[in-house]
């Protein structure tokens, strides 16, 4: 039985690296697994999953506007945790903060404020370059 779920988590740790620029709701995973694979797991699998891939620090958690629904995506390995990340609010891309430049905003952050950052649980929101670069053309043609 734990080889079955130990594919099942490699298939969708596989459809999210796959897609590692789309974050996504349970529902979705669960519906496009569904039409790629026959084994896929079910929706409650893919929630408890998706549980244990955030405790890992593999995937990402946001919530989806100012709603009770919650988008996934992956974030990556191991290393990954010794970042902070960014997401853009308008096309949904997660991007990796330098680790050196992390590194220089969580000590001033520390020596400014005596306040400790949790790394792994801590994203920066914003808008992208290529974003905000459309956004401004949109701006001069109207």
């Not at 649980?121 to 401004?136: D, I, M, P, V």
């Amino acid at each position: 039985m734990s080889e079955y779920k130990t594919q099942q988590k490699a298939l969708l740790l596989a459809f999210l690296y796959a897609n590692r620029e789309t974050p996504f709701t349970v529902d979705e995973i669960a519906a496009r697994l569904r039409e790629t694979f026959d084994n896929a797991p079910g929706k409650s699998t893919v929630y408890r999953l998706m549980g244990k891939l955030c405790d890992e620090g593999s995937v990402k958690r946001f919530e989806k506007g100012n709603s009770r629904t919650f988008l996934y995506q992956y974030a990556g390995e191991a290393a990954c945790r010794s970042h902070l990340h960014m997401k853009c609010l308008q096309c949904g891309k997660l991007l990796h903060m330098d680790a050196e430049q992390s590194e220089r905003l969580l000590r001033e952050i520390y020596g400014d404020s005596d306040f400790e950052v949790d790394r792994q649980e801590t994203t920066l929101f914003g808008r992208c370059a290529s974003c905000r670069e459309t956004q401004t053309k949109k701006d001069f043609s109207a």
